[in-house]
T-cell receptor, first 108, second 114 residues
């Protein structure tokens, strides 16, 4: 069985502060991991995937197979980063398992 | 390109009534998904179609939920009869093909069962 855990329901940071959204997974095979984001009144959309090894909107995420983690990081939070963030795991057949999400609030 | 379309956006029904949701995926996307998102939880996959065939419906409560994708384009998801615990947002998503591809989500239908 595959599982994604996001331990924080809410993360509040000040503008300019570093951000780290935690994600841990459980999967017996070789996972594909994603971060999806939902801004206020917008659709759920892909932010980044680990296989791309890219930085999107200043966010990066590194897959740590030893710790089974895929934490999302940004060195300096911006007000427009406030959103709901979901970590998701693809374990075959493009079937995604989502975590419960973390609401990021960036305060001025 | 136009995004995934869903209707209705909101629906309120009483328990034991039936309801249907409609989804129109992005043109050319072969794979279509229906998710259920209960308040405070992440989306949970209910059913996945590849063209007009079902790939995965292992988490679909088949005693009350049904879905079809005629002609491999539009899809409908039906609940009959609805229960209080079916209150949720129902999301439709599509992707170009099977394999690890980005899924594009619709705006969702918020269902309230009273």
């Amino acid at each position: 069985a595959q599982r994604v855990t996001q331990p924080e329901k809410l993360l509040s940071v000040f503008k300019g502060a570093p951000v780290e959204l935690k994600c841990n997974y459980s999967y017996s095979g070789s996972p594909e991991l994603f971060w999806y984001v939902q801004y206020s009144r917008q659709r759920l959309q892909l932010l980044l995937r680990h296989i791309s090894r890219e930085s999107i909107k200043g966010f990066t995420a590194d897959l740590n197979k030893g710790e089974t983690s895929f934490h999302l990081k940004k060195p300096f939070a911006q007000e427009e980063d406030s959103a709901m963030y979901y970590c998701a795991l693809e374990g075959g057949g493009n079937k995604l398992t989502f975590g419960t999400g973390t609401q990021l609030k960036v305060e001025l | 390109e136009a995004g995934v379309a869903q209707s209705p956006r909101y629906k309120i029904i009483e328990k034991r009534q039936s309801v249907a949701f409609w989804c129109n995926p992005i043109s050319g996307h072969a794979t279509l998904y229906w998710y259920q998102q209960i308040l405070g939880q992440g989306p949970k996959l209910l059913i996945q179609f590849q063209n007009n065939g079902v790939v995965d419906d292992s988490q679909l409560p088949k005693d009350r939920f049904s879905a079809e994708r005629l002609k491999g384009v539009d899809s409908t998801l039906k609940i009959q009869p609805a229960k209080l615990e079916d209150s949720a947002v129902y999301l439709c998503a599509s992707s170009r093909q099977r394999g690890v591809n980005e899924q594009y989500f619709g705006p969702g239908t918020r269902l309230t069962v009273t």
